[in-house]
Structures are given as C-alpha cells and as structure tokens.
C-alpha cells in the first residue's frame, strides 16, 4: 500500500517536473523567435501554452485527489503543497513565454525589426538558468543551488533596470518607433517575471527540503 502511495507522488513529481521542461523549452524558443525574426517559432510557442495549461489542470487534480483520499504525513504534504504552487509558477512562465511570442510576432507582422536587444538575450539565459537550477534543486531535493538562485534575481532586476532605461532613452530620439520600444520594454519586463517565478520556485524547493519558508526575507 505504502508503494502504491509514493508511485502517486512520483507521478505527480514527474509531471511538475515535465511542465517545467516545456516551460523552460518555451521561454528559449520565444526569445529565440524575437532574436532570429521567426514568425514561425513565435507562433508555436503561443499555440503550445495550452499544454502548459492543461498539465497545471492536471496536476492539481491529482494533488486535491491524494490529499482526499490519502493521510499524508508532514513531508509528503509538504510536497504536495510546493507542487501546487510551483504548477502554477511554471504556468506563468509559460504565460510570459507567450506573451513575448506575441510580442515578436506583432513586431514582426507590423514589419518592423526588434534592432539593438540590449541585455534582453542576458536576461533570458539568466532567467532560463534560474529555473532550470530551481527544478534540479526540486528533483534532487537539496536547497543547496536554490540559494543561488534567489542570489540571482538581483542581477536579472538590474539588467532589466538597465533595458527599461535604454529604451526609454533610445524612444526619445527615435520617437516615430515609439511602438518597438514599448514592445521591447514588455518583453524585459516579462523575462523579470519569469526570473520572479524561478526565485518562488526556489523557495518553495527550499521550503520542501527544510521546512524553512524563506518568503520576504533578505538574504543579507
């Protein structure tokens, strides 16, 4: 009984972990899409979110099931609890990843080009990298680079300080191309929230491996 019991949990990891792959799969392929002026790309990854949708559904059906026909013990609700809420940050990942899309794909269709990036492409890799440690640090279950990760989150803040900037100044001098630098200004603010959700990720890592809710708290 007790096997049949952590196979649930397993499948339920399995899954969280796969939504995080396509998630992560899907922030690369948007910025890829904005950086090699691909209609294409951008327009896969916005029909692919659905499937990003459709495991967060999935997954909280098979938590609220466990959690009703089950008795779990502390670290087994604690699991549930993290896959919960990290399901629905990997959902707004897969959001954010969409919304860049559209936003290239707009540019594009409007035939304008995205030009100079700035430190977008940075952010992204940063961003990626965040996640992709967080969801590592999940399936080991050691808090050790989730640590890191929260370090990490200053920085992508202060490239995205920095975009938010330069486009500002760049738009003054080229008004007639207002539109491109609001659209770019968007997409670094989107790839700041997906570095967002990697740091909440990483907490709740943090809090399945110790029991320790580091939420609102400097690490200074």
Do not use: W
């Amino acid at each position: 009984m007790k096997r049949y019991f952590h196979s649930e949990l397993d499948t339920l990891r399995s899954h969280l972990l796969l939504m995080g792959e396509k998630a992560n799969d899907a922030v690369k392929k948007s910025v890829k899409a904005l950086t090699s002026k691909d209609v294409d790309l951008a327009k896969e990854v916005i029909e692919g979110d659905d499937e990003i949708d459709n495991l967060e559904i999935e997954i909280d059906h098979e938590a609220t099931r466990y959690l009703t026909l089950r008795s779990p013990v502390a670290t087994d609700l604690r699991l549930i609890t993290v896959a919960i809420k990290a399901s629905h940050d990997l959902e707004r990942v897969g959001d954010e990843a969409r919304n860049i899309a559209k936003r290239t794909r707009r540019m594009l269709l409007k035939g304008s080009t995205p030009g100079e990036l700035h430190d977008i492409p940075k952010m992204s890799e940063l961003a990626r990298q965040m996640l992709y440690d967080a969801l590592e640090c999940f399936i080991n279950e050691s808090p050790k680079k989730a640590y890191k990760v929260l370090e990490e989150d200053a920085t992508v803040d202060e490239l995205n300080k920095s975009n938010i900037k330069t486009f500002i100044k760049e738009a003054k001098t080229d008004p007639d191309d207002l539109n491109r630098y609001m659209e770019l200004i968007f997409i670094s603010k989107s790839l700041e929230r997906i570095a967002d959700h990697a740091t909440n990720l990483a907490e709740e890592v943090i809090f399945l491996t110790t029991a320790q809710d580091t939420r609102h708290q400097s690490l200074n």
